[in-house]
């Protein structure tokens, strides 16, 4: 382990008492050559990349602008939609905590938190199978529920055309003129409804619309079988929300003030400023203009910024306290802040004999299949984290006492840029770590 950790040491360049603090110049020149390089590239406008263990931040450099205009430069201080790492972050972490307090097991059910759903097939699924993601529950969206062609026909095609412009997935193509449901969507402000743009405010009866659905989704064929799937991340801010008798935010709130963190939250406009956010898309679905300072998800954004599933910014020192607590066995300054008993079983792979390698709503390395693991392949089993739609990542290994974190908004300026997945530059990334470990 020793050599190890000296190995990283020469690797980042960290500055110790006991050492120049000096990169060796050709490691330097492999790690930001390959960032660099996928900057020019455009795979993302600009991007914090942090290395640590569970005592100290290693290596922690910026890259890049906010955008491409190329007039503001990403640093220390610059907040990330963090997308699905929300699941871990947030949803999770709030999840650990009343796990601790005995306030949920993972056999509880959803019927016995959730009213709405009773008398649905909802009702007898357990938090550990919202959590591992054997629900049987098919990802859903709501937003086309709340826009219609403005001429009638298919709201997307699968293939370009004049009608059809706007690519926003693989293949899948959206019609050019668009209206607004004005039943569930204004352009002004009125009482109670949330805010979801920068002119954009959606009505909260759209829960109501989502837990359809959510029920309409379930297919019993699937439950136990793994499906990543957003809503059981939706079904769960529910149950903790429920139990609390807090909003997710206020619990998640909390939990980040114990670690000291200043820099992470939902909704960032409301305690920061708009230049400090790095924007996410240009939408050309549901808000039809820049995405910045609202989180980028659909559903996160109708459910008021935070679904459970994503809506959380943050910067990467304040992951990087999240995931040096996790390695500290949950202790952070002194503090427990959850069990180890309850890290344990969180960052387990329950199901691994079914070969299904999930935590308890952690990700971790697919070990059957290296080469479509989340992780690079260097990393071992124990490895937990989770990664964002938006293009970030952060990884804990206990084992060579490691934390892992980067930050980018690739989906900037629009959602069908996939060069970071398709250059698989995160995993890259750790490999070379791992590789600097074994050397």
């Not at 989704?217 to 136990?224: I, K, L, M, V």
């Not at 559903?299 to 500290?328: E, K, P």
Request: net charge neutral.
């Amino acid at each position: 382990m020793k050599s190890g950790l000296i190995a990283i040491f020469l690797l980042l360049g960290t500055v110790l008492s006991t050492r120049s603090g000096e990169l060796p110049r050709r490691e330097e020149e492999r790690m930001d050559s390959m960032i660099r390089r996928e900057l020019s590239a455009r795979a993302f406008p600009g991007a914090a990349f942090l290395c640590g263990t569970a005592d100290q931040t290693l290596y922690t450099h910026n890259y890049g602008d906010l955008d491409y205009t190329h007039t503001v430069p990403v640093t220390d201080s610059t907040l990330y939609d963090v997308a699905s790492c929300t699941k871990v972050l947030s949803t999770t972490f709030v999840l650990m905590r009343l796990y601790d307090q005995k306030k949920i097991s993972l056999e509880r059910t959803v019927g016995e938190f959730l009213p709405r759903f009773a008398g649905t097939p909802l009702t007898t699924l357990t938090i550990q199978e919202l959590l591992t993601h054997t629900s049987g529950l098919k990802p859903t969206v709501v937003y086309p529920d709340l826009i219609k062609p403005a001429h009638g026909g298919k709201l997307f095609n699968g293939h370009r055309n004049e009608q059809y412009p706007y690519l926003v997935d693989q293949n899948l193509y959206m019609v050019r003129n668009v209206v607004q449901d004005s039943v569930y969507l204004s352009g002004v402000p009125r009482p109670g409804y949330r805010q979801i743009a920068d002119s954009l405010w959606v009505n909260p009866s759209v829960d109501t619309i989502m837990a359809r659905k959510i029920i309409r989704s379930y297919d019993p064929g699937r439950r136990g079988r793994y499906l990543y799937n957003d809503t059981n991340m939706y079904l769960l801010r529910l149950i903790a929300e429920r139990i609390t008798g807090r909003t997710l935010e206020e619990s998640t709130a909390e939990l980040f003030a114990e670690l000291g963190c200043t820099d992470t939250g939902y909704r960032p406009l409301e305690w920061t400023s708009r230049e400090r956010i790095a924007p996410t898309e240009n939408d050309k679905l549901l808000r039809r203009g820049p995405i910045q300072g609202f989180v980028h998800d659909e559903l996160a954004a109708v459910s008021g910024g935070a679904g459970g599933n994503a809506g959380l910014f943050s910067t990467a020192s304040d992951i990087a306290r999240f995931c040096q607590m996790i390695l500290n066995n949950g202790s952070y300054n002194g503090r427990q802040i959850i069990t180890p008993a309850t890290i344990d079983t969180f960052t387990s792979s329950p199901l691994s004999a079914k070969g299904i390698y999930r935590g308890l709503g952690f990700d971790k390395p697919d070990m059957q299949n290296t080469k479509k693991s989340p992780t690079c392949e260097e990393a071992p089993e124990c490895v937990y984290g989770h990664t964002g739609y938006t293009g970030t990542a952060f990884w804990v290994d206990p084992e060579n006492d490691l934390i892992f974190i980067f930050l980018s908004n690739r989906v900037y300026a629009h959602r069908w840029n996939t060069a970071l997945m398709s250059l698989n530059i995160r995993p890259r990334i750790q490999s070379v770590i791992y590789q600097s470990i074994k050397d």
